[in-house]
C-alpha cells in the first residue's frame, strides 16, 4: 500500500461537490489543498541496529531479506489509522523499525527470533499492513532495536482436503489471492473485511478479523481449523481435529494474540463451494430502532442472509452505505439496511423469501436490488474517501463495538453523545454516523464513523475524542474492540474488559512463550 494512505494510488478518490458542500455547510471545514508529499523527504530516526546484528539476521534470511532501507522501514513503520496517517503528513521526525526481515520458512522465523531473544531486539510481526489499532506501532519498549518481520514469502496455498472442506494456506496470503488460489478449485472462503484487498490470512488470524458475509460464513475465528504458530519457546501445531475435548483450545490462545505469543506462519481454514447464486436487496425502515429490531428477528428466527447491515439516519442521509453516491443525493430518510443472499438457487430462493416476510412483518419496505449492487460495487473504497478528507483538512476516523441487543440502543447515545461532546469542547462538532455491520442471536456490532474540521493538533483532537468514546463503551457495557483488534490503541481499556485475572493469566502465556518479551511489546497486554 501507499506510504502515507490508504491502498493503491490510482485508487484515490476525488471529492465530489455534494462531498465539499458537507464539509463546509454542516461541519465548518475550510476546503485545503494538500501538499505534494515525497517519501525521501520523511525523516526518519536513523537505524538503532547494530551492523553486527543486521549481518547475523542477513545470515538466516539472506541479505536480500534483511533491509535497513529508508522505503522498506516507512512503509512498515505503523498501520493505517487516522493517528497513523496522520503522522506520516507530519514533517516531524517519524519512528520506524530499524530492519525489515522478511524470512521464507518455518526454521528461519524460529532462527530469528531465537537471535532477537538472544540479542534483546524486539520483533513486530508484519502482514498486510492495515492495523487500525497501532498494532504495527514500532515500540521498543525496553529493547535497544526493533525489527519488522514481514511474512509475505508465505503466500501459498499449502494443502487442499477438498472432500472435508479444509484448506492450509501461508500466513502471508492476501484476500484476493485466498480466493484466486481457491477459486481455481472452485472453492471460496468468504472473508471479506473491508481490509479485503490488502490484509493477509495471518493478519485476519492474529486479529479476530470479521469479515463483511459474518453473518453467512462467521468470523475469521469461526473459519480456523487450526495453526502453526513459531514462537522464541519453539513451534506449535494446533487443530488436529474439527472438534476435541482434548483440554482447552490452545489455537484460541493464538488466534486474536496480535503477534504478542508467536508467529502465525499458517492458518487450516475451512472453505465452501463457490456460491451458484447471489440475490441482494436493499431496505428502508422508518427508523433505527425499527430496524435492528428487524435485524435480530432475522437472526434469533433463523432467516439469516450471508450480509446483513443497517445504517442509521445519519449515515443514510448522507449515502455512506453507497459509496459511490456519498453525498451527491438526497435521501427520502429513514434507515437503510443491505442484505444479500448466497448458496444453490433453490437455497437461495427460499431463503430470501423467508428473510422477506420477516422484514415486511417488523416495518421494513423493499428497495429492490440497486442499493445492495451499489453496496457491492463500492464495498472496500470507503477508506479512499477518508484519505481525501484528511487532505481536505477534516478529521474522518472509525470505531466500532458490540453489544447484547437490549443493551444496544444505550450504548449507541452513549458513544455518539461522548463523541459529539469530546469534539465540539474542542470547537469542531462531529457528524457521528453508525451502523451495525455483524448480528448474533444475542446481539450485534455497532460501527461509527466520525467526521468533523480539524483542529491545529489533529492528534491530540483525535485522542481525545477516542478516550472519551472508550470510556463510554466500556461503562455503557460494551466490549472495546469487536474487530479491529487491541494494539496499542485499545490497551488502555483491557484490564477493565477482562480483569486483574484476566491480565495475569495473558501475563502467564507470555511468559511462556516468549519468556524475554520480544515479540510486539506495547499491544494488547497491560
Given amino acids: 500500500m ?57 545470515t538466516i ?3 536480500r531479506f534483511c533491509s535497513t532501507a529508508h522505503t522498506d522501514r516507512l512503509l512498515r513503520a505503523g498501520g493505517k489509522s487516522t493517528l497513523d496517517l496522520l503522522r506520516r503528513r507530519s514533517s516531524e521526525p517519524q ?15 524460529g532462527e530469528v527470533l531465537r537471535y532477537c531473544t538472544d540479542s534483546a531486539i524486539a520483533v513486530v510481526p508484519f502482514g498486510g499492513g492495515t492495523s487500525v489499532v497501532g498494532g504495527l506501532d514500532p515500540v521498543r519498549d525496553r ?58 490470512i495471518g493478519g485476519f488470524a492474529a486479529t479476530r478479523s470479521s469479515g463483511q458475509a459474518s453473518a453467512g460464513y462467521g468470523r475469521f475465528e469461526d473459519m480456523v481449523e487450526g495453526l502453526r504458530v513459531v514462537t522464541p519457546a519453539g513451534i506449535l501445531d494446533t487443530g488436529r481435529a474439527p472438534a476435541s475435548a482434548a483440554g482447552p483450545d490452545l489455537g484460541e490462545l493464538f488466534v486474536g494474540s496480535e503477534g504478542t505469543l508467536g508467529v502465525i506462519t499458517r492458518v487450516r481454514v475451512r472453505v465452501h463451494a463457490v456460491p451458484e447464486s447471489t440475490v441482494r436487496e436493499g431496505w428502508n425502515f422508518p427508523d433505527f430502532e425499527t430496524g435492528a429490531a428487524a435485524l435480530r428477528a432475522l437472526r434469533q428466527e433463523g432467516a439469516v442472509p450471508t450480509v446483513l447491515r443497517l445504517s442509521d439516519e445519519a449515515e443514510t442521509g448522507v449515502n455512506l452505505a453507497t459509496t459511490d453516491k456519498i453525498g451527491d443525493e438526497a435521501v427520502a430518510g429513514g434507515c437503510l439496511a443491505i442484505t444479500t443472499f448466497e448458496g444453490t438457487a433453490a437455497h437461495t430462493a427460499e431463503r430470501v423469501a423467508e428473510a422477506r416476510a420477516v422484514l415486511q412483518a417488523h416495518g421494513g419496505t423493499s428497495l429492490g436490488a440497486d442499493p445492495g449492487n451499489s453496496w457491492e460495487h463500492g464495498r472496500f473504497d470507503a477508506p479512499y474517501l477518508r484519505d481525501s478528507l484528511l487532505d481536505a483538512g477534516a478529521l474522518c476516523e472509525t470505531l466500532e463495538t458490540s453489544t ?22 474542542q470547537g469542531t462538532p462531529p457528524l457521528v454516523l453508525c451502523h451495525i455491520s455483524h448480528t448474533y ?13 480539524q483542529a491545529a493538533d489533529p492528534l491530540e483532537q483525535w485522542r481525545q ?25 485499545h490497551r488502555p481499556w483491557m484490564r477493565k474488559e477482562i480483569g486483574d485475572l484476566g491480565v495475569t493469566i495473558l501475563r502467564a502465556i507470555k511468559d511462556a512463550v516468549d519468556p524475554a518479551g520480544i515479540l510486539n511489546p506495547g499491544k494488547l497486554i497491560p
Avoid: M
Fill in 404 to 425: 447484547h441487543w437490549g443493551n444496544l440502543a444505550a450504548l449507541r447515545a452513549a458513544v455518539t453523545t461522548a463523541l459529539t461532546s469530546a469534539l465540539s469542547e
Fill in 61 to 63: 534470511v539472506g541479505e
Fill in 441 to 453: 442471536p444475542t446481539g450485534a456490532s455497532l460501527y461509527f464513523t466520525v467526521v468533523c474540521a
Fill in 143 to 200: 529493547f535497544a532495536a526493533v525489527v519488522s518481520l514481514d511474512l509475505r514469502r508465505f503466500d501459498t496455498l499449502l494443502d487442499l482436503d477438498a472432500e472435508s472442506g479444509v484448506a492450509t494456506l501461508g500466513a502471508g496470503v492476501t484476500g484476493p489471492r485466498a480466493e484466486e488460489l481457491l477459486g481455481a478449485h472452485g472453492l471460496s472462503l468468504g472473508h471479506f473485511p473491508q481490509s479485503f484487498r490488502f490484509a493477509t
Fill in 2 to 58: 501507499q506510504w502515507d494512505a490508504w491502498g493503491a494510488p490510482e485508487k484515490r478518490k476525488v471529492l465530489s461537490d455534494g462531498i465539499k458542500a458537507l464539509l463546509q455547510q454542516a461541519l465548518g471545514v475550510l476546503i485545503t489543498e494538500a501538499p505534494e508529499r515525497n517519501p525521501g523527504d520523511v525523516v526518519l530516526a536513523p537505524s538503532a541496529l547494530s551492523e553486527k546484528d543486521r549481518a547475523a539476521l542477513a
Fill in 465 to 489: 475524542a477516542k478516550t472519551a468514546a472508550g470510556d463510554a463503551i466500556v461503562a455503557t457495557g460494551g466490549t472495546i474492540t469487536h474487530h479491529h483488534a487491541v494494539g496499542v490503541d
Fill in 95 to 109: 519512528d520506524a523499525p530499524d530492519a525489515v526481515i522478511t524470512p521464507g520458512t518455518d526454521d528461519e522465523v
